[in-house]
């Protein structure tokens, strides 16, 4: 049976949630509209976050999730590998 | 994060295009000081001049001006050079500014305002003698793109020449995060800039095969120009916080301050360049 998108939405982990939350905040203050941010999206590359943006996404996981890849050395290249950060 | 409005170029030049010619002068740009207590708008048509020479202008050549602004050294280029400029930038309120002044001083038919992206511009490829990126190019985010619209749409033989602000160091992300208010700071007040360094700007034209032939180190000549930005806050108080509010002109002026340290600690500089198209 396929499911709706809104029962797409509700697997999503809060953590994941959160994360797209953020970028979709980082797009909203460039004055652009956001993509839909999946999994396989790379940071840097697909979604052209610069340091400052990168920097202003390290600051808002940490103070969300009380911990954050960047802070720990590590640079997620995906969505996927930052949502995976929080759910090992 | 402590941004109020929307900083992409667009949004930014709308908003603050009319308060900003109190505060950076008529040009919209970065003065070269012969000397530190020089004045602003002689030193902001001196960076011009310098521009010009390096483009090596020809009258009747037709430029292209990227990112124009409001217009200034697009109608000084007409008048002092004979030539024939089309600018571009995204901003609906820049357009209009320029072809108004350009109306008033009479010279539309040799001076035309578009409302287009650097970055994709739309243009013929081969339509212009020269290529003018006039302290823009930190706005675009792919200047990857910017630098093969420049090269795609000069004619064989044309040169394009650009000045920014330039990244002089690598700054580390821990770097980027611990000082991220002062940099929210400036994109809040100057929009969403993204400096690269000289190298990147060269490896993009060598790329795009155009031959550099002329690369200048403004670094230390353009420092008073945060000065005079803070001398015109003080002097035109009333008029920009009638059209910006109070907080806003605090913001530039802690702005000002925010970039003579940049300057200070070697982070950030200025550099002007110039290259051939081969024919």
């Given amino acids: 049976m396929r499911r709706t998108v809104d029962q797409f939405v509700e697997t999503k982990s809060t953590g994941h949630q959160a994360i797209v939350r953020m970028i979709e905040d980082l797009f909203a203050y460039r004055g652009e509209a956001p993509p839909e941010i999946s999994l396989a999206l790379r940071l840097t590359e697909d979604l052209d976050l610069d340091s400052l943006e990168l920097a202003e996404l390290s600051a808002m996981l940490e103070e969300d999730f009380g911990r954050d890849p960047y802070s720990a050395g590590i640079v997620p290249d995906t969505v996927g590998e930052l949502v995976s950060f929080f759910e090992s | ?279």
């Fill in chain 2, 1 to 279: 994060m402590s941004a109020q409005h929307a900083y992409g170029p667009r949004e930014h030049y709308d908003r603050v295009g009319a308060a900003w010619s109190f505060l950076l002068g008529s040009e919209l740009h970065y003065g070269v000081f012969d000397t530190p207590d020089e004045e602003l708008p002689i030193a902001s048509r001196r960076l011009t001049r310098m521009m010009a020479e390096a483009a090596q202008l020809e009258p009747g050549a037709r430029v292209l001006d990227v990112g124009c602004g409001s217009g200034a050294p697009a109608l000084y280029l007409v008048v002092e050079h004979g030539v024939h400029v089309t600018g571009i930038t995204t901003s609906v309120g820049g357009v209009a500014t320029a072809r108004a002044r350009a109306r008033t001083a009479g010279l539309s038919d040799r001076a035309e305002f578009l409302e287009r992206d650097g970055m994709a511009n739309d243009f013929p490829s081969g339509s212009f003698d020269r290529v003018w990126v006039l302290e823009s190019s930190h706005l675009m985010r792919r200047r990857d793109r910017l630098i093969s619209e420049c090269a795609r749409t000069l004619k064989p033989g044309g040169r394009a020449v650009l000045c920014d602000i330039v990244l002089r160091r690598e700054l580390p992300l821990e770097e980027v995060r611990e000082r991220r208010a002062e940099f929210a700071l400036l994109r809040d007040v100057f929009g969403a800039a993204r400096m690269e360094p000289v190298a990147a700007y060269k490896k993009l034209l060598a790329e795009q095969g155009l031959e550099i032939d002329t690369e200048v180190d403004l670094t230390a000549r353009v420092r008073p120009t945060f000065s005079r930005w803070r001398e015109n806050a003080a002097q035109h108080r009333d008029e920009v916080v009638a059209l910006l509010g109070g907080t806003e002109i605090d913001d530039f002026v802690a702005s000002c301050d925010v970039l003579d340290g940049l300057w200070q600690d070697g982070t950030l500089g200025y550099a002007l360049l110039a290259a051939w198209k081969p024919v």
